[in-house]
């Protein structure tokens, strides 16, 4: 059982190194955005080249992150994390000294596959760590930080790139890996996913009985199915993991390619895509304990909120990815303008969502995954009065605090539904899922919008073109949230009064909603 305790000093690193770790990819999903215009011009290169750069990094992450916790069960998740710490770090090195747009999509490709593994493993850790007394005050206190990661990344990013240059932006991770690395191996304890000894304290309902016979019955059952979360013999998904990355990597290229590929190759890749697809749901189906295990859907609120999920973060996805060169190429802000502007929304979120949450749960998820998509449509509709000259207390900051307050509306509730939906074993399971499935709606969005909105290759250089295809793009962007917001209505009802509820209370990521660990009355499973 763990039982480290927050205030003791190795509480505080192990809360520091998790800190760190997580606040590497959470940067990165922030800052990129801001650099985008200014790695175009300095790679001389068309705007797929910004799709992929953006996209390399989501597609494994998106494709990866949930056999990334499984390996932390298996092999320990202390050494997984540390494995991801040091991947994050020299993938991103390569990308900072990327001397051309195809190493620098290469190398944001191999981040994503960092991101996978440290991405669950600094919230494993804590959860493996902590005593149970302390571990809902740990989790909060990790996401909040966090979230303040998140909220100073364009900020920082814009400066990196109007001062030093946009290859910083990466090379920032480096001395923050140097930190956290050595704090992990000397200071956290080592943990996997095997079942506590018989008679502990948090025994789980899936021993079936307290008694030592009890758990051991059902170790030797999870044992015999081949179960890999932290059981010697288990099978890991490795063919579920690698169809299902190579069919969302086919359908980006076919989209990216559209306007310009050559008719049979996207055609080609768009065919194959779907055949992956397909070949990873019989794979799913099949294998013994699947990445994806497809009964979890048999849920109709799970499926509903999940499809309510793809709705919001693709529209969150085109915006982020879009807005950022907007402010830049169209409005003639710095990097650090458009990188500040957007600040609203994140500190919105840190500051409120834990209250949206409680709200909530007071009135059900109805109502708030109703009216947040809403709000975001209503304030992605109010970026269409900024454009050449636009002022920011006038224009911009109006419809960014109107989209982060929809966004704080939703984004706890969306969890808490997600969580409360499934059975309380399966909550962890369920988390990974819909946050796969959150950064695989914004990686499809960064792909589709610039083809559906007819957007050339060359429209980030013109401010002309730019803005007439981003103004199209906010209104099918508001267009999918009003959609997310009506699946939401018709079909979201209030969860059982004794459900499992949400350890992360403070999120501040905008792009995919908070992950949460797998437990089952106070002890990690």
Same mark, same amino acid.
């Given at each position: 059982?763990?039982?480290?305790?927050?205030?003791?000093?190795?509480?505080?690193?192990?809360?520091?190194?998790?800190?760190?770790?997580?606040?590497?990819?959470?940067?990165?999903?922030?800052?990129?955005?801001?650099?985008?215009?200014?790695?175009?011009?300095?790679?001389?290169?068309?705007?797929?080249?910004?799709?992929?750069?953006?996209?390399?990094?989501?597609?494994?992450?998106?494709?990866?992150?949930?056999?990334?916790?499984?390996?932390?069960?298996?092999?320990?998740?202390?050494?997984?994390?540390?494995?991801?710490?040091?991947?994050?770090?020299?993938?991103?090195?390569?990308?900072?000294?990327?001397?051309?747009?195809?190493?620098?999509?290469?190398?944001?490709?191999?981040?994503?596959?960092?991101?996978?593994?440290?991405?669950?493993?600094?919230?494993?850790?804590?959860?493996?760590? +902590?005593?149970?007394?302390?571990?809902?005050?740990?989790?909060?206190?990790?996401?909040?930080?966090?979230?303040?990661?998140?909220?100073?990344?364009?900020?920082?990013?814009?400066?990196?790139?109007?001062?030093?240059?946009?290859?910083?932006?990466?090379?920032?991770?480096?001395?923050?890996?140097?930190?956290?690395?050595?704090?992990?191996?000397?200071?956290?304890?080592?943990?996997?996913?095997?079942?506590?000894?018989?008679?502990?304290?948090?025994?789980?309902?899936?021993?079936?009985?307290?008694?030592?016979?009890?758990?051991?019955?059902?170790?030797?059952?999870?044992?015999?199915?081949?179960?890999?979360?932290?059981?010697?013999?288990?099978?890991?998904?490795?063919?579920?993991?690698?169809?299902?990355?190579?069919?969302?990597?086919?359908?980006?290229?076919?989209?990216?390619?559209?306007?310009?590929?050559?008719?049979?190759?996207?055609?080609?890749?768009?065919?194959?895509?779907?055949?992956?697809?397909?070949?990873?749901?019989?794979?799913?189906?099949?294998?013994?304990?699947?990445?994806?295990?497809?009964?979890?859907?048999?849920?109709?609120? +799970?499926?509903?909120?999940?499809?309510?999920?793809?709705?919001?973060?693709?529209? +969150?996805?085109?915006?982020?990815?879009?807005?950022?060169?907007?402010?830049?190429?169209?409005?003639?802000?710095?990097?650090?303008?458009?990188?500040?502007?957007?600040?609203?929304?994140?500190?919105?979120?840190?500051?409120?969502?834990?209250?949206?949450?409680?709200?909530?749960?007071?009135?059900?998820?109805?109502?708030?995954?109703?009216?947040?998509?809403?709000?975001?449509?209503?304030?992605?509709?109010?970026?269409?009065?900024?454009?050449?000259?636009?002022?920011?207390?006038?224009?911009?900051?109006?419809?960014?605090?109107?989209?982060?307050?929809?966004?704080?509306?939703?984004?706890?509730?969306?969890?808490?539904?997600?969580?409360?939906?499934?059975?309380?074993?399966?909550?962890?399971?369920?988390?990974?899922?819909?946050?796969?499935?959150?950064?695989?709606?914004?990686?499809?969005?960064?792909?589709?919008?610039?083809?559906?909105?007819?957007?050339?290759?060359?429209?980030?250089?013109?401010?002309?073109?730019?803005?007439?295809?981003?103004?199209?793009?906010?209104?099918?962007?508001?267009?999918?949230?009003?959609?997310?917001?009506?699946?939401?209505?018709?079909?979201?009802?209030?969860?059982?009064?004794?459900?499992?509820?949400?350890?992360?209370?403070?999120?501040?990521?905008?792009?995919?909603?908070?992950?949460?660990?797998?437990?089952?009355?106070?002890?990690?499973?």
């Amino acid at each position: 059982m763990p039982d480290v305790r927050l205030a003791s000093p190795q509480g505080r690193w192990i809360l520091l190194t998790t800190v760190l770790g997580s606040s590497m990819a959470l940067l990165d999903s922030t800052v990129v955005n801001v650099a985008l215009p200014r790695i175009g011009r300095d790679l001389d290169a068309d705007l797929a080249v910004l799709q992929w750069t953006v996209n390399a990094y989501l597609l494994t992450l998106a494709g990866l992150i949930l056999l990334g916790g499984s390996l932390g069960d298996h092999y320990g998740r202390r050494k997984v994390f540390v494995v991801g710490v040091v991947w994050f770090a020299a993938a991103s090195l390569l990308c900072g000294l990327a001397p051309n747009a195809g190493v620098l999509i290469a190398a944001r490709a191999l981040q994503g596959v960092g991101g996978a593994l440290l991405t669950p493993g600094s919230l494993a850790l804590i959860q493996a760590s +902590f005593h149970r007394d302390d571990r809902g005050r740990a989790v909060g206190l990790w996401s909040g930080f966090g979230g303040i990661g998140a909220a100073v990344g364009p900020f920082l990013g814009g400066w990196l790139v109007d001062g030093p240059g946009w290859r910083w932006v990466f090379l920032l991770n480096v001395p923050l890996a140097v930190v956290c690395v050595p704090v992990a191996l000397r200071h956290v304890p080592e943990s996997d996913g095997r079942p506590a000894p018989s008679g502990a304290i948090g025994e789980t309902a899936e021993a079936a009985s307290s008694t030592s016979e009890g758990a051991a019955a059902a170790h030797a059952a999870r044992s015999a199915k081949g179960d890999p979360h932290g059981r010697s013999g288990g099978r890991f998904d490795v063919l579920g993991a690698f169809l299902g990355a190579l069919a969302l990597a086919l359908v980006t290229y076919a989209l990216i390619e559209a306007p310009s590929g050559p008719v049979g190759v996207v055609t080609g890749a768009a065919v194959a895509g779907v055949a992956a697809g397909a070949a990873f749901v019989a794979v799913e189906r099949r294998h013994p304990d699947p990445m994806l295990p497809l009964d979890i859907f048999a849920s109709r609120q +799970f499926t509903a909120v999940n499809l309510v999920t793809l709705c919001v973060y693709a529209a +969150f996805g085109g915006f982020f990815f879009l807005s950022a060169v907007q402010l830049q190429v169209v409005v003639g802000w710095s990097a650090l303008g458009a990188g500040t502007a957007l600040l609203p929304t994140t500190v919105l979120m840190l500051l409120l969502s834990a209250r949206s949450g409680e709200l909530a749960e007071r009135i059900g998820p109805r109502i708030p995954l109703t009216v947040g998509p809403l709000l975001c449509a209503a304030g992605m509709l109010l970026m269409l009065r900024v454009g050449p000259g636009a002022s920011y207390a006038a224009d911009v900051l109006p419809a960014v605090l109107v989209l982060g307050c929809g966004m704080v509306a939703l984004v706890a509730p969306l969890t808490a539904t997600v969580l409360a939906s499934v059975d309380v074993a399966r909550a962890g399971v369920a988390s990974g899922v819909n946050n796969a499935a959150a950064r695989a709606a914004g990686l499809v969005a960064v792909a589709a919008l610039p083809l559906l909105t007819g957007m050339s290759e060359e429209a980030y250089r013109s401010a002309t073109a730019f803005d007439d295809a981003f103004r199209r793009a906010m209104v099918l962007c508001a267009g999918v949230l009003a959609l997310g917001a009506v699946v939401a209505f018709t079909t979201v009802r209030r969860p059982a009064p004794d459900c499992r509820r949400p350890e992360c209370r403070t999120h501040g990521s905008v792009l995919a909603p908070p992950l949460e660990g797998q437990r089952t009355k106070g002890r990690l499973t």
